[in-house]
């Protein structure tokens, strides 16, 4: 049996430069990987098989006529809310059974310009709503490390195919954690750009101002590759930043020598499993090792976060879920009498429970009498929390925190109480109300083998600082070179 599905992306580039194999093994040896795991897992929702077998023979052939591409051949898993031209595009949502992508997103189509192969759809919380892919309409995914527990979510198929090396990487998309907690669940690297920093063209949209595309990775320095890629200006957004791209690939240095990392107090105030709280302190001691000084700092309105995300969140979901309506595109209710009745059918039976909680309630927050009550208020909490976070970085270059309260935890445990799936956002979401970046990377198992992922966050483009600080202690750590006991 061949290994070349246990690769990272730099792994897999440099057998291909050296012409010991080449990309359609690769993508044969996934797919292999993929029928042998994926029955156990459900990360998938479709795999394009004889699609990604001739993508992977045209990179080849690129190969020999001489051609570049900085991921020439390099297989990737795309979470099912990114349009990939000529794939479905489903939101793993009965709503849009039988939509195909008639063009690439941005960021999709910057990784097929580098020669990326795009190996299929991975399984997600409907329409991103979700922390642990049990909300999808099809199928739930299991995390790899224990398939009785959760992979995370809304990208829980990414992360899990990740972590099961049936993809070499992945994309996944994260609206309040939706790329970091499930890397952290799941055992792999997971990078959430500040806003504006990718393109949010062609991912189809859950809250506007708060998602992010973002890359889910075997190792910091494949995530600092594919964001190379991914990021930079796009007229196609109005909110992607101008800002020029630096080269992520300089701040990979092997030590936190002239650094300073903050430690949230309030992220340490009791309720989290003990055994997380131990992972993420001694990762940060192994980070002082590394030179690396350690400061306290504050978020003050850190008890705000969740009631202010879920009201900006779900406002946001109301207004773009509209569009869904069986006019245009996906599924169209049978036996409609008249459009209202045909909005009415097709919406009550596409949508899942999660998602029709989400628009009332992002409806109620925008209606007459409420909206200044809840939305505007919600607004002026956010600036607050903006704040907060600008403040802090005063006083260091990057925060270190646990992503999640917990570990993942077993399938169905909090899925008949959302308000606890919530509160489990505590310490994801407050960056996306801020607009600045954070990633997950593996600092540890609990006693029952279970990941536990360090978040590191910085300031609005300070990409290149958490990817110093995950780099250099994945480097010390040694824990993204485990892979699950499958």
Same mark, same amino acid.
């Given at each position: 049996?061949?290994?070349?599905?246990?690769?990272?992306?730099?792994?897999?580039?440099?057998?291909?430069?050296?012409?010991?194999?080449?990309?359609?093994?690769?993508?044969?040896?996934?797919?292999?990987?993929?029928?042998?795991?994926?029955?156990?897992?459900?990360?998938?929702?479709?795999?394009?098989?004889?699609?990604?077998?001739?993508?992977?023979?045209?990179?080849?052939?690129?190969?020999?006529?001489?051609?570049?591409?900085?991921?020439?051949?390099?297989?990737?898993?795309?979470?099912?809310?990114?349009?990939?031209?000529?794939?479905?595009?489903?939101?793993a949502s009965r709503i849009l059974q039988g939509y195909v992508s008639p063009y690439d997103a941005t960021a999709v189509a910057r990784l097929r310009a580098?020669?990326?192969?795009?190996?299929?759809?991975?399984n997600m919380d409907e329409f991103a709503m979700g922390s642990s892919t049990e909300n999808s309409a099809f199928k739930v995914t299991r995390n790899p490390w224990n398939r009785n527990c959760v992979p995370g979510g809304s990208s829980g198929g990414s992360a899990a195919v990740v972590a099961a090396d049936e993809a070499i990487a992945a994309l996944g998309s994260d609206?309040?954690?939706? =790329? &970091?907690?499930?890397?952290?669940?799941? *055992?792999?690297?997971?990078?959430?750009?500040? /806003?504006? $920093?990718?393109?949010?063209? %062609?991912?189809?949209?859950?809250?506007?101002?708060?998602d992010q595309?973002?890359?889910?990775?075997?190792?910091?320095?494949?995530?600092?590759?594919?964001?190379?890629?991914?990021?930079?200006?796009?007229?196609?957004?109005?909110?992607?930043?101008p800002d020029p791209v630096p080269d992520y690939a300089a701040a990979l240095v092997p030590d936190l020598k002239g650094m300073r990392l903050g430690l949230p107090r309030e992220y340490f105030v009791g309720g989290s499993d003990p055994e997380v709280e131990r992972a993420i302190r001694a990762a940060v001691e192994v980070c002082r090792g590394l030179g690396a000084e350690i400061v306290d700092v504050a978020l003050p309105h850190t008890p705000y976060v969740i009631a202010?995300?879920?009201?900006?969140?779900?406002?946001?979901?109301?207004?773009?879920?509209?569009?869904?309506?069986? =006019? &245009?595109?996906?599924?169209?209710?049978? *036996?409609?009498?008249?459009?209202?009745?045909? /909005?009415? $059918?097709?919406?009550?039976? %596409?949508?899942?429970?999660?998602?029709?909680r989400r628009i009332i309630l992002?409806?109620?927050?925008?209606?007459?009498?409420?909206?200044?009550?809840?939305?505007?208020?919600?607004?002026?909490?956010?600036?607050?929390?903006?704040?907060?976070?600008?403040?802090?970085?005063?006083?260091?270059?990057?925060?270190?925190?646990?992503?999640?309260?917990?570990?993942?935890?077993?399938i169905g445990e909090k899925g008949g109480d959302p308000l606890q799936m919530y509160l489990g956002d505590i310490f994801t979401v407050p960056v996306n109300l801020a607009g600045i970046c954070g990633m997950s990377v593996p600092c540890g198992f609990t006693t029952?083998?279970?990941?536990?992922?360090?978040?590191?966050?910085?300031?609005?483009?300070g990409e290149g600082s958490i990817l110093r600080v995950g780099h250099a202690y994945e480097q010390a750590g040694g824990w993204s070179h485990r892979r699950p006991p499958l």
């Open positions: 049996m061949s290994e070349l599905h246990t690769l990272g992306v730099h792994e897999v580039l440099e057998r291909l430069n050296r012409r010991e194999c080449s990309s359609e093994d690769i993508v044969r040896d996934v797919l292999a990987a993929i029928g042998r795991i994926d029955g156990t897992i459900d990360g998938y929702l479709s795999v394009a098989a004889e699609d990604a077998l001739a993508q992977a023979r045209a990179a080849d052939e690129a190969r020999r006529q001489g051609a570049g591409g900085r991921l020439l051949g390099v297989p990737i898993a795309v979470k099912d809310v990114l349009n990939v031209r000529g794939q479905p595009c489903g939101c580098e020669g990326a192969v795009f190996l299929g759809r991975t609206t309040g954690g939706s =790329v &970091r907690q499930p890397a952290s669940f799941c *055992g792999c690297v997971g990078l959430k750009p500040s /806003y504006g $920093r990718i393109s949010r063209y %062609g991912l189809t949209a859950f809250a506007s101002s708060l595309i973002g890359p889910m990775t075997k190792s910091v320095r494949d995530a600092a590759l594919l964001l190379q890629v991914m990021a930079g200006h796009d007229p196609h957004d109005s909110s992607c930043l202010t995300y879920y009201v900006i969140a779900t406002a946001e979901a109301s207004a773009n879920l509209a569009r869904f309506d069986g =006019v &245009r595109y996906g599924t169209r209710a049978a *036996g409609a009498e008249d459009p209202i009745d045909l /909005y009415k $059918r097709t919406r009550e039976q %596409g949508f899942g429970p999660e998602v029709k992002g409806t109620y927050v925008l209606s007459s009498g409420y909206h200044d009550a809840y939305y505007l208020r919600a607004q002026k909490v956010r600036t607050l929390i903006r704040r907060d976070f600008e403040q802090a970085f005063q006083s260091c270059d990057a925060i270190v925190a646990p992503v999640a309260p917990t570990p993942a935890y077993p029952r083998q279970m990941p536990v992922g360090l978040q590191i966050l910085g300031p609005a483009l």
